[in-house]
């Protein structure tokens, strides 16, 4: 059974960084392309960083220059690295884990609060 298990999240003032951690347990994590999400209150999920089996990254545009995403394939893990946050960046983040027949797997969410 997969799982995915988030950390790292909390609170934090305008400027100040966060580094989230998803640690991933059930799957064969080099081959699977992996990804953080977040959900502001009253809005749509949306994609934050990407990062495939062989390493491509994608940023969302709001957080280029700000966020970094890494893999570690020996401790099964993805790191979301946030620095410049800013009150905007306020949600639950969510790791996700996309097997290669595109199905998704979610974690649980971990709150992100920034405030000004």
């Known amino acids: 059974q997969v799982q995915l298990v988030e950390s790292g999240g909390g609170l934090v003032q305008a400027g100040g960084s966060l580094r989230l951690s998803c640690a991933v347990s059930g799957s064969i994590f080099r081959f699977n392309d992996m990804g953080w999400y977040r959900q502001a209150t009253g809005k749509q999920r949306e994609l934050v960083a990407v990062?495939?089996?062989?390493?491509?990254?994608n940023y969302a545009d709001s957080v280029k220059g700000r966020f970094t995403i890494s893999r570690d394939n020996a401790k099964n893990t993805v790191v979301l690295q946030m620095n410049s946050l800013k009150p905007e960046d306020t949600a639950v983040y969510y790791c996700?884990?996309?097997?290669?027949?595109?199905?998704?797997?979610w974690g649980q969410g971990t709150q992100v609060t920034v405030s000004s």
């Open positions: 996700r884990l996309q097997r290669v027949d595109r199905f998704n797997y």
């Open positions: 990062i495939t089996s062989g390493g491509s990254i």
